[in-house]
């Protein structure tokens, strides 16, 4: 994991360009702006007075009255009741009143403040609940992502309701207004970025706001926006419909840059949305041809990107204080649909206005693997025969260092070691220099051809080999391919031949004869030893005890250690049958130990 740490950018014009140390006070002087009386004002009499006396008043997130039910009052985490007095159709109407007319989508202002009411009403449209949003006008908010801004590539930003995506949209508008000197146009369709009435809240600073008459017309004036006021930013709250997407989309082939939110937490969710996938290039299914099928190992019909992305950056709002961003969205929508994970950034702000920028390596998500492991069985198919230790389902791998405190000292310093072992990646072993089986650097770049890059790139981490997986054969070391592929291709042959590439071929698609190719291209295999483990060259003598334990040692390593990267504890065994099994073991290239008191002693296998 990488990171780097670095403060917020002073909201000056003359100095945006240079970090600036913020202590904490000035962070939260320059914070907030959220007229709340004006909201409190609205209120029927004996609400806005227990409100005024709340000590938590400046945290108040909404209001909620509905006929026939007590008012609430909700807070982050919380809510509590302001009255144990039912609201009635005379409170409603006297809140109605003082605020502006609903629109479409059923919500109202107050003029010149960011507040939103919303209504619920009932089937003759009569108003039966209010939701009084309060708005805050949060400065400084968009420290973690000021660079991206500044960039004028177009950025989407996604997250959950009420995690400050529209706050952070004002934010937005305005820094590139008032401090980047932009031509900033805000489609406010629900009037909630600049505030209700005609003239626009200041929190937006120098930007322009165009109001929308309908919902259902929001895509129009998006339009209208670039053809009659000549931008260089469009400003979008709530993108949801398909038209919308499509003119997200035009706006960004000519040339303005875009920054708009979209319903969902995350970029799979708008993968899986046929309304909104454009907004990342839109998903089509491709029937491949037989030679690129071979190539990619993968299947003759997958998914891919249909075009460029509307947005380049997309961010992801986990939380308030902490972002995830894709600075590369149409890498990462690519990586996602061939079942690969990313590898984005997350940014993070504490109290004192600092942000740290980390790089996490991707993990493969339980469930992804192409072994189908099975819960009760230790992760063994259902096609094996059940018999012995297979039949009772003992044997599990080894459980996560998250219930540390009630583990034994001896288990603690397991995990201990374990936790060392699986944090290694291979950054070090980069940086040293030293020859591959022909001479060359490691790592080795190797061009797979018809073999399962999910397979590879399991067995490569697992067994933390010092292999890169490369698509292009020109910066290739040597070339891995199938079998029956390679005897069959012709021009494959040529083209290493012509370009004296090696071809290494494995006899077909498992994590075994993956792991053993691999093992043999780094010239890791010892003289005398079986191309695969066969459990008869190692096994003492004709007890069916002793085979049943090797094959239990070589399902754990074939089944969960390599593809799961994980440890396995097997069943308690003999000292000579452990031996037996430490060999087996160790043709894999693993390491094991021998635990516990007899006759209880047995073996652990783990990860490289």
């Not at 004036?221 to 670039?226: G, K, L, P, R």
Request: aromatic letters at 4%; a negative charge; proline letters at 6%.
């Amino acid at each position: 994991m990488v990171e780097q740490s670095f403060v917020p950018f002073e909201s000056n014009a003359s100095q945006s360009s240079d970090p600036v140390t913020m202590t904490a006070s000035e962070h939260n002087r320059m914070q907030t702006t959220d007229d709340l009386t004006k909201l409190l004002d609205i209120l029927p009499t004996h609400l806005r007075d227990r409100l005024i006396e709340h000590p938590e008043l400046d945290r108040l997130v909404e209001v909620v009255m509905d006929l026939g039910r007590f008012p609430e009052a909700r807070f982050p985490g919380r809510a509590e009741y302001l009255s144990d007095t039912p609201i009635t159709k005379e409170d409603l109407a006297e809140s109605t009143q003082k605020v502006g007319d609903f629109g479409g989508d059923n919500r109202a202002g107050i003029e010149k403040t960011l507040h939103r009411i919303s209504a619920i009403r009932n089937r003759r449209g009569e108003v039966i609940g209010l939701t009084c949003r309060v708005g805050r006008a949060i400065f400084g908010t968009i420290g973690m992502i000021r660079d991206l801004v500044e960039s004028g590539r177009s950025i989407l930003m996604l997250g959950r309701p009420g995690v400050g995506k529209t706050t952070a949209l004002r934010e937005i508008a305005r820094v590139l207004a008032d401090e980047l000197d932009k031509r900033v146009v805000i489609i406010d369709t629900s009037n909630e970025i600049a505030g209700d009435g005609d003239v626009p809240h200041p929190a937006i600073g120098r930007a322009r706001r165009m109001q929308v008459a309908r919902p259902e017309l929001q895509h129009q004036v998006m339009i209208e926006a670039v053809e009659n006021h000549m931008p260089e930013v469009i400003v979008i709250d709530e993108i949801g419909t398909e038209l919308e997407a499509l003119a997200a989309r035009t706006i960004a082939e000519r040339g303005v840059q875009l920054v708009g939110t979209a319903h969902g937490n995350k970029l799979e969710n708008l993968i899986k949305n046929p309304t909104l996938s454009d907004l990342v290039g839109g998903i089509q299914s491709v029937t491949l041809g037989d030679e690129e099928a071979r190539r990619r190992g993968s299947q003759k019909s997958v998914l891919e990107r249909k075009a460029p992305p509307t947005f380049d950056i997309a961010v992801e709002m986990a939380e308030r204080q902490k972002w995830v961003v894709h600075e590369e969205v149409s890498d990462t929508i690519d990586l996602l649909l061939r079942g690969r994970q990313p590898s984005p950034q997350t940014r993070a702000t504490d109290d004192e206005g600092n942000i740290t920028i980390t790089h996490e390596t991707p993990q493969p998500e339980p469930g992804k693997t192409r072994l189908k492991a099975l819960p009760d069985s230790g992760g063994y198919s259902d096609s094996m025969q059940a018999r012995g230790w297979r039949s009772t389902g003992r044997m599990k791998a080894v459980a996560s260092s998250t219930n540390v405190r009630t583990l034994t000292p001896e288990q603690q310093s397991f995990e201990r070691m374990l936790d060392e072992s699986l944090g290694r990646t291979f950054d070090s072993m980069e940086s040293e220099s030293f020859p591959g089986p022909n001479g060359e650097e490691l790592p080795l770049h190797v061009y797979p051809y018809g073999v399962s890059r999910q397979q590879l790139d399991q067995v490569i981490r697992t067994l933390n080999l010092p292999i890169h997986l490369t698509k292009d054969m020109e910066g290739a070391d040597a070339v891995l391919a199938l079998r029956s592929h390679v005897k069959n291709h012709a021009k494959l042959r040529h083209l290493a031949k012509t370009r004296q590439i090696p071809i290494h071929t494995v006899k077909s698609n498992n994590v075994p004869q993956i792991a053993i190719a691999l093992r043999r291209l780094l010239n890791m295999e010892e003289p005398g030893l079986p191309s695969e483990a066969e459990l008869s060259l190692i096994v003492r003598g004709d007890n069916e005890d002793e085979m049943e334990a090797l094959e239990e040692a070589r399902l754990a390593v074939e089944q969960i250690v390599i593809p799961k990267g994980q440890p396995v504890e097997l069943l308690p065994r003999s000292s000579t049958v452990r031996k037996m099994q430490h060999e087996l073991v160790e043709h894999y290239r693993l390491t094991s130990r021998s635990f516990g008191e007899e006759p209880n002693r047995r073996l652990r296998i783990y990860p490289a």
